[in-house]
T-cell receptor, first 114, second 117 residues
Framework: KQEVTQIPAALSVPEGENLVLNCSFT??????LQWFRQDPGKGLTSLLL?????REQTSGRLNASLDKSSGRSTLYIAASQPGDSATYLC?????????????FGSGTRLQVQP | EAGVTQFPSHSVIEKGQTVTLRCDPI?????LYWYRRVMGKEIKFLLH????????ESGMPNNRFLAERTGGTYSTLKVQPAELEDSGVYFC???????????????FGPGTRLLVL
């Protein structure tokens, strides 16, 4: 059974800092890994999707890496801004006949102080 | 293009009552998913529709939950009778009907916040 863990659970940084969020998963047989952002009271916004054959994906100030063999992914946020404050969720899609369900971590709550 | 929409945004009911949640996926998306996040826990998968058929309902907690997707468009999730532990946020997601599961991006709605008293 796939399990996803995110560390740290919460993080507070001053504006302008570069930061790294961590995600680990127990079963390396995955199709892809997705990073989401959730603002309070809102839905999930997809940030980056990394396929199992890829090592990283970039979008603006965000860079996500994937090391499938070790079951790890990181989300790097450069030059953080107060608008980056949100909960960041990592989710994997495991290989398995017919299954497309995502398995989520519990998230990292990020606060960027102005 | 409209995103995934869910109704209602909030619902407060008493234990034993019935509640029906609705999800409208992105137009043209064959895949529709229900997930939920109960207090203090991570988001968990409930079930997956492909058009009007249930492809995977392995995450449904018990027979008090009934999901339908008549006509392969919008979906409803009914909880009857509701229990205290059903409180949480229910998310719906949709994706295009592609056979390449590894490339699939699921788009999430804003969720319905359910509180059972």
């Amino acid at each position: 059974k796939q399990e996803v863990t995110q560390i740290p659970a919460a993080l507070s940084v001053p504006e302008g800092e570069n930061l790294v969020l961590n995600c680990s998963f127990t079963d390396s047989a995955i199709y892809n890994l997705q990073w989401f952002r959730q603002d309070p009271g809102k839905g999930l916004t997809s940030l980056l999707l990394i396929q199992s054959s890829q090592r990283e994906q970039t979008s603006g100030r965000l860079n996500a890496s994937l090391d499938k063999s070790s079951g790890r992914s990181t989300l790097y946020i450069a030059a953080s801004q107060p608008g980056d404050s949100a909960t960041y969720l990592c989710a994997v899609k495991s290989q398995g006949t017919g299954r497309r369900a995502l398995t989520f971590g519990s998230g990292t709550r990020l606060q960027v102080q102005p | 293009e409209a995103g995934v929409t869910q109704f209602p945004s909030h619902s407060v009911i008493e234990k034993g009552q019935t509640v029906t949640l609705r999800c409208d996926p992105i137009s043209g998306h064959d895949n529709l998913y229900w997930y939920r996040r109960v207090m203090g826990k991570e988001i968990k998968f409930l079930l997956h529709f492909v058009k009007e058929s249930k492809q995977d309902e392995s995450g449904m907690p018990n027979n008090r939950f009934l999901a339908e997707r008549t006509g392969g468009t919008y979906s409803t999730l009914k909880v009857q009778p509701a229990e205290l532990e059903d409180s949480g946020v229910y998310f719906c997601a949709s994706s295009q009907g592609t056979g390449l599961s590894r490339q699939e991006t699921q788009y999430f709605g804003p969720g319905t916040r359910l509180l059972v008293l």
